[in-house]
């Protein structure tokens, strides 16, 4: 028997490859399909089942791509409906993969089609449990995400309730718990940075298991916030079908010059996506040009800010790291990149063509300027990190929600930027400048080398912690 799991952290995701006698599943995999299809090569396996535990909102499954690779059956739980040929699982239904089985539990609550997969050894002795987005560790799934008119968030969490109270919490404690995410995920609110348990620690240590129904569904509707705007466009592609990964690769893997790339910007919407490190864009890069960089969670923030799936995207990556953007591009539906800058900036300013640039300062420059008078500053990190220490008499301004706030700035101000590290903020900073902001100061190192200085911070504990871990 093989269980093995492949967490992909810039997407706090996690896929899962079981293997038994020469046959294999996958669960909940990534866009790219070659990972699984090589490991089932390793092990001298076929792939034989694809199971899906929900349709995921914040990543495209791989599930169309590798089932015409592999011929393999795309399995989803009761209650889902697809376009494309799959196998509507009942509960509590069995699959054999060689020796092993796994059995269907239908665990509505974060969505109505929610499933997890208890895999049986062949003794049918319980093993592990893939919980997808129901049951993580430390925490449970949001229960907002499918809401219909004839259901509310405290329906759905109500369900998660009583699906982890009558399918899971009565299973043995040695079994292992695998979840579709980790710490990072928008998918829940307080999840650990380990990626598996035992379910007996976690019905010790997971304030689910902890609480009443009504307390249960106080807790889950509580803080929520709003889930980024790509989830419902990628719970629809992996519904409905999208094209194929190699098809997108290869577009998105032209070399363009400057010339091609010039014209492209002022023929179609295209824009500029620089994925370089957060002072290499800070000292040059072209006007207009939004930065993400590859070295974070590039691909959720891509989703949470970009809103046009469709909008053709032009690249300015390091050298040798063109495929891995796009691919990363593509967990989250992002299809249409049309190639990349060939040779980079250099390229770009040998034909003439114009730089910019975003001034960033120290942190021990910008706590002596604050020591001389009062700033305009904003914080763009999550409201949970704002409230658990910030700088006094500034407002939360939280990346996520910049197109509610940037228009409430004064393009004749001047304003200090920070995040946590100095990631965020230069995206911040690439956005309002793209909206024309151009006084616009970036403190490297953010909150992290502020708090190292003498700036004078406020610090107290959030209540939504407070409640999980009383």
Request: aromatic share 8%; charged share 25%.
């Amino acid at each position: 028997m093989v269980v093995e799991q492949l967490y992909t952290s810039c997407l706090a995701q996690g896929a899962y490859f079981i293997q038994s006698e020469g046959e294999a599943a996958v669960i909940d995999p990534l866009r790219e399909y070659k990972p699984y299809i090589e490991l089932a090569a390793q092990n001298k396996a076929k792939i034989k089942y694809i199971f899906e535990t929900h349709f995921h909102a914040d990543f495209v499954s791989g599930h169309l791509d590798l089932a015409k690779k592999t011929g393999a059956e795309i399995v989803f739980g009761p209650n889902a409906q697809t376009n494309f040929n799959s196998t509507i699982a009942k509960d509590n239904q069995e699959f054999k993969i060689g020796k092993l089985t796994l059995q269907v539990l239908h665990t509505p609550g974060h969505t109505l089609e929610s499933t997890t997969y208890l895999l049986l050894d062949e003794n049918k002795k319980p093993h592990c449990l893939f919980t997808g987005d129901t049951l993580f560790i430390g925490d449970v799934g949001r229960p907002d995400l499918a809401i219909k008119s004839d259901l509310t968030q405290e329906d759905l969490a109500g369900m998660l309730y009583d699906s982890l109270h009558t399918k899971i919490i009565n299973l043995p404690d040695d079994v292992i718990v695998y979840p579709a995410h980790g710490a990072g995920s928008a998918c829940g609110k307080n999840m650990s940075k380990e990626t598996y348990d035992t379910l007996g620690n976690q019905k010790k240590t997971n304030y689910a298991f902890k609480l009443s129904r009504k307390e249960f569904v106080k807790e889950l509707t509580t803080g929520i916030l709003p889930a980024p705007q790509y989830f419902a466009k990628n719970a629809q592609l992996n519904k409905s079908g999208y094209d194929s990964y190699d098809v997108v690769a290869e577009k998105g893997t032209k070399s363009l010059s400057p010339t091609e790339v010039y014209n492209l910007l002022s023929s179609t919407n295209a824009i500029i996506l620089d994925v370089r490190k957060p002072g290499e864009f800070a000292k040059e890069h072209i006007p207009g040009s939004i930065f993400i960089g590859i070295d974070g969670q590039f691909a959720p923030w891509v989703g949470a800010l970009i809103t046009d799936l469709k909008q053709p995207i032009i690249l300015v990556v390091p050298a040798g790291r063109e495929k891995e953007a796009v691919t990363r591009l593509s967990r989250v539906g992002y299809d249409n990149c049309v190639g990349f800058l060939n040779g980079g900036l250099e390229s770009w300013k040998k034909e003439g063509n114009q730089t910019a640039s975003i001034t960033s300062i120290s942190a021990s420059e910008f706590a002596e300027k604050l020591s001389t008078g009062t700033l305009n500053i904003l914080d763009v990190r999550k409201p949970g990190e704002y409230d658990a220490s910030h700088l006094c008499e500034v407002e939360s301004m939280p990346l996520d929600f910049i197109k509610n706030w940037e228009s409430n700035l004064s393009k004749e101000k001047e304003y200090h930027i920070h995040c946590a590290g100095g990631y965020r903020s230069m995206i911040a900073a690439s956005l309002l400048k793209r909206q024309g902001y151009s006084k616009l100061v970036d403190i490297a190192g953010g909150y992290n080398a502020i708090q190292k200085t003498d700036a004078k911070t406020t610090e107290f504990v959030c209540p939504s912690t407070l409640s999980k871990n009383s």
